[in-house]
């Protein structure tokens, strides 16, 4: 039971190693992605749902 727990371990920290993240790029997206919510947000917001269409 230790051996599978220690090769879980192993194999977990190494997948978590692995991964590497443009934390720039991410921002920017995540930007641009809060930006066309918020706008179509205030849209919805500030409209009767009579007004609204697709």
Not at 25 to 53: C, G, H, M, P, W
């Amino acid at each position: 039971m230790k051996k599978i727990f220690f090769l879980f371990f192993v194999v977990s920290s190494f997948s978590y190693c692995q991964t590497k993240v443009d934390k720039k790029a991410l921002k920017t997206e995540l930007d641009s992605i809060y930006k066309v919510d918020q706008t179509f947000r205030s849209l919805l917001n500030s409209s009767s749902e009579a007004d609204i269409t697709f």
